[in-house]
C-alpha cells in the first residue's frame, strides 16, 4: 500500500510520537510541560548524537524555539507582574470599581485549574459559583454563601470555610480577581498572547501531573505500537500474541541469540522491527508444528513472510534515496 510506504518515510516513529506528544500534551493540562520538555530533550540529543547524518535539522529549529519560547515567556512574566502589582495596591478589589454584570475567571486550585462564575449588582456580590474545580466535591459548600452580599473580594476571614486546603481558598480569591479584573477600567490586562504562553506552560507538580503522565505513555504505546503492524498485511496478527510458547515447544530451533524462537520474531513483528524479523527468519526451516500449535493462528513463516515483504520494500526505496543523494552530490 503505497500510502503506508509514504507515512513510514515521512512520518517515522520518532516524528509520530512527536507529533502524538505535542496533541496529547494540549489535552492534558497539568503534564503538558513535562512532556514538551522531554520530547524537545530527546529530539535535542537526538540531533547532537546524529549531527553529522542531519541531527542539526533537529537542533537549530529546536534552539530558535527555546530562544523565542524564553522572549515569550519574559513577555508574559512581565504582563503577570503588572496585574500583581497592581493587585498588591489594591487588594482585597472593591466591587464598586466593576460594571454590574456576570463575570467568569480561573485560579489555580488545589488539584488543577478552579472555575468560578460571579454576579456583581450596585457594587455587591449577589451570586458565586465554582463551576469547575478538582478539590473534594463539597469543598466550596460553606465557603460561598459567605461571599454573597459582601463589596470586595476578600477572603482572608474565610479560613477555616474550605475543605481541608488553604490553596483552595486562594484559588477560589485568584479566580474571582481574574474574572473580575478585566472589568475595571484602569487595571492592567492580561493579553491572549500572555494567556497562551501561560496556557501551555502550565504545570501542577503533583500527582495529578505523575498520573497524567502515566496515561500519556500508555497511550504512546498502545497507538504506536498497536496500530503500526495493523497497517500491514499478514501483521496485524502478531499482537494476538500472549506469550504462552506453545509454538517455542514445538519448533526445532527453539532458541536464537538467546531468544525463544520463533515467539522472538512474532514479537520482533509487533514492535515494527521487520529488519531483525527479515534477520531472524533465516532460522526457520519451514516445518510449520508452530502453526499447529498457536492459538491465535500465528506461525513463524507466515509472520516472517510478511515482515519480509515489508522489509524488502523499506529496502528498495532506502537503496532509491541513497542514488539519488549520490547523483545530486
Ligand atoms: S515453521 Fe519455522 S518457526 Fe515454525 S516450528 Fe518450524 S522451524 Fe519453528
Ligand atoms: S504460540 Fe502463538 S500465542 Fe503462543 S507465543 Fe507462540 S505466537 Fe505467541
Same mark, same amino acid.
Given at each position: 500500500?503505497?500510502?503506508?510506504?509514504?507515512?513510514?518515510?515521512?512520518? =517515522?516513529?520518532?516524528?509520530?510520537?512527536?507529533?502524538?506528544?505535542?496533541?496529547?500534551?494540549?489535552?492534558?493540562?497539568?503534564?503538558?510541560?513535562?512532556?514538551?520538555?522531554?520530547?524537545?530533550?530527546?529530539?535535542?540529543?537526538?540531533? #547532537?548524537?546524529?549531527? !553529522?547524518?542531519?541531527?542539526?535539522?533537529?537542533?537549530?529549529?529546536?534552539?530558535?524555539?527555546?530562544?523565542?519560547?524564553?522572549?515569550?515567556?519574559?513577555?508574559?512574566?512581565?504582563?503577570? +507582574?503588572? #496585574?500583581?502589582?497592581?493587585?498588591?495596591?489594591?487588594?482585597?478589589?472593591?466591587?464598586?470599581?466593576?460594571?454590574?454584570?456576570?463575570?467568569?475567571?480561573?485560579?489555580?486550585? +488545589?488539584?488543577?485549574?478552579?472555575?468560578?462564575?460571579?454576579?456583581?449588582?450596585?457594587?455587591?456580590?449577589?451570586?458565586?459559583?465554582?463551576?469547575?474545580?478538582?478539590?473534594?466535591?463539597?469543598?466550596? $459548600?460553606?465557603?460561598?454563601?459567605?461571599?454573597?452580599?459582601?463589596? =470586595?473580594?476578600?477572603?482572608? $476571614?474565610?479560613?477555616?470555610?474550605?475543605?481541608?486546603?488553604?490553596?483552595?481558598?486562594?484559588?477560589?480569591?485568584?479566580?474571582?480577581?481574574?474574572?473580575?479584573?478585566?472589568?475595571?477600567?484602569?487595571?492592567?490586562?492580561?493579553?491572549?498572547?500572555?494567556?497562551?504562553?501561560?496556557?501551555? =506552560?502550565?504545570?501542577?507538580?503533583?500527582?495529578?501531573?505523575?498520573?497524567?503522565?502515566?496515561?500519556?505513555?500508555?497511550?504512546?504505546?498502545?497507538? $504506536?505500537?498497536?496500530?503500526?503492524? =495493523?497497517?500491514?498485511?499478514?501483521?496485524?496478527?502478531?499482537?494476538?500474541?500472549?506469550?504462552?510458547?506453545?509454538?517455542?515447544?514445538?519448533?526445532?530451533? !527453539?532458541?536464537?541469540?538467546? $531468544?525463544?524462537?520463533?515467539?522472538?520474531?512474532?514479537?520482533?513483528?509487533?514492535?515494527? +522491527?521487520?529488519?531483525?524479523?527479515?534477520?531472524?527468519?533465516?532460522?526457520?526451516?519451514?516445518?510449520?508444528?508452530?502453526?499447529? !500449535?498457536?492459538? #491465535?493462528?500465528?506461525?513463524?513463516?507466515?509472520?516472517?513472510?510478511?515482515?519480509?515483504?515489508?522489509?524488502?520494500?523499506?529496502?528498495?526505496?532506502?537503496? !532509491?534515496?541513497?542514488?539519488?543523494?549520490?547523483?545530486?552530490?
Amino acid at each position: 500500500m503505497k500510502w503506508i510506504a509514504f507515512l513510514e518515510d515521512y512520518f =517515522t516513529r520518532g516524528l509520530r510520537l512527536a507529533i502524538l506528544v505535542c496533541v496529547l500534551a494540549l489535552l492534558f493540562p497539568s503534564a503538558r510541560f513535562y512532556a514538551l520538555l522531554i520530547l524537545s530533550l530527546l529530539l535535542f540529543l537526538h540531533g #547532537v548524537t546524529t549531527w !553529522k547524518r542531519g541531527g542539526w535539522r533537529y537542533v537549530v529549529p529546536l534552539l530558535v524555539l527555546a530562544a523565542v519560547g524564553l522572549t515569550a515567556l519574559g513577555v508574559a512574566n512581565h504582563e503577570r +507582574n503588572k #496585574v500583581g502589582d497592581y493587585l498588591a495596591v489594591h487588594r482585597p478589589l472593591a466591587l464598586s470599581l466593576a460594571p454590574d454584570g456576570v463575570y467568569e475567571g480561573e485560579g489555580p486550585g +488545589n488539584n488543577g485549574p478552579l472555575r468560578v462564575r460571579l454576579r456583581v449588582l450596585d457594587g455587591r456580590l449577589t451570586s458565586v459559583r465554582v463551576v469547575r474545580h478538582r478539590d473534594a466535591v463539597y469543598a466550596f $459548600d460553606d465557603v460561598l454563601p459567605r461571599l454573597v452580599g459582601r463589596a =470586595t473580594l476578600d477572603t482572608s $476571614d474565610l479560613a477555616g470555610f474550605v475543605f481541608r486546603n488553604e490553596r483552595s481558598l486562594a484559588g477560589l480569591q485568584a479566580a474571582m480577581e481574574n474574572a473580575v479584573l478585566p472589568a475595571i477600567f484602569d487595571a492592567p490586562r492580561m493579553s491572549s498572547f500572555a494567556k497562551s504562553v501561560f496556557y501551555v =506552560t502550565a504545570n501542577e507538580g503533583g500527582r495529578i501531573t505523575l498520573n497524567a503522565l502515566a496515561i500519556l505513555f500508555i497511550v504512546l504505546l498502545a497507538f $504506536d505500537y498497536a496500530f503500526g503492524p =495493523t497497517l500491514r498485511p499478514g501483521l496485524g496478527q502478531s499482537l494476538n500474541c500472549y506469550n504462552c510458547q506453545a509454538c517455542v515447544g514445538v519448533c526445532p530451533v !527453539k532458541m536464537v541469540d538467546g $531468544d525463544p524462537f520463533p515467539m522472538i520474531m512474532v514479537l520482533q513483528a509487533r514492535l515494527g +522491527n521487520v529488519a531483525r524479523v527479515a534477520e531472524l527468519a533465516k532460522y526457520c526451516v519451514g516445518c510449520g508444528k508452530c502453526a499447529a !500449535k498457536c492459538p #491465535v493462528g500465528n506461525s513463524g513463516p507466515s509472520i516472517a513472510s510478511a515482515a519480509f515483504q515489508v522489509w524488502r520494500s523499506r529496502e528498495r526505496r532506502r537503496r !532509491k534515496i541513497e542514488i539519488q543523494e549520490a547523483r545530486h552530490g
